[in-house]
């Protein structure tokens, strides 16, 4: 079947501008999870919906950035006021559940911020 | 944060036994280790993971220490496509909820 897949693979945007950064799980896992991972870094949690409320979103950098999951399935991360050092893959994951199952990752959506 | 240390790089040649090392001093009764790779220019891939018990897949072996403050992934016969950055991370609560660190990247020498 289908892996995780990620809209768009890269997105060039500018300091201020808005971006939305999309993720489609794998069918029927219920937990998804959003990553960033700059250069020479291994991936930073961002945040983890079970279902469609948010479990833990303590990884958000700060207010600019929000992430939804309306109806359990996709979700979106959303960053306001984009600064450059957003910059950064944004990776999105999910899992059949949050206990003790493998995460299955996107191929993650490079965002560049000029 | 969980934290686990493990070494920068590391180099082997192709077609040999690779032991990748992490440490995790800091581990609590109720976190899985888990270890995934990521290939350049691409999302981590799941490899193995365990609780207290050795585990074997056709990947990988996962060996962990008895008091579980360290443990060993064990490649058998490390080809060029296993050439990647691996992490050990711990997920902390019962819950997968990972810290990467910055894993270790291994060369694989035809």
């Known amino acids: 079947g289908a892996g995780v897949s990620q809209t768009p693979s890269n997105k060039v945007t500018e300091k201020g501008k808005y971006v939305e950064l999309r993720c489609d799980p794998i069918s029927g896992h219920t937990a998804l999870y959003w990553y960033r991972q700059s250069l020479g870094q291994g991936p930073e949690f961002l945040i983890y919906f079970q279902g469609t409320g948010a479990a833990d979103d303590s990884g958000l950098p700060n207010d600019r950035f929000f992430a939804v999951r309306p109806e359990g399935s996709v979700s979106t991360l959303k960053i306001q006021r984009t600064e450059r050092g957003d910059s950064a893959v944004y990776l999105c994951?999910?899992?059949?559940?949050?206990?003790?199952?493998?995460?299955?990752f996107g191929p993650g959506t490079r965002l560049t911020v000029l | 944060d969980a934290k686990t240390t493990q070494p920068n790089s590391m180099e082997s040649n192709e077609e040999e036994p690779v032991h990748l090392p992490c440490n995790h001093s800091?581990?609590?009764?109720?976190?899985?280790i888990h270890w995934y790779r990521q290939l350049p220019s691409q999302g981590p891939e799941y490899v193995i993971h365990?609780?207290?018990s050795n585990v074997n897949n056709r990947m990988a072996s996962l060996a962990i220490a008895e008091d579980r403050k360290s443990s060993t992934l064990i490649l058998h016969r490390a080809t060029l496509r296993d050439a990647a950055v691996y992490y050990c991370?711990?997920?902390?609560?019962?819950?997968?909820?990972?810290?990467f660190g910055s894993g270790t990247k291994l060369n694989v020498k035809p």
């Open positions: 991370i711990l997920s902390v609560d019962n819950f997968n909820k990972f810290y």
């Open positions: 800091t581990i609590s009764g109720t976190d899985y």
């Open positions: 365990g609780l207290t």
């Open positions: 994951a999910s899992s059949l559940t949050l206990v003790g199952n493998e995460q299955f």
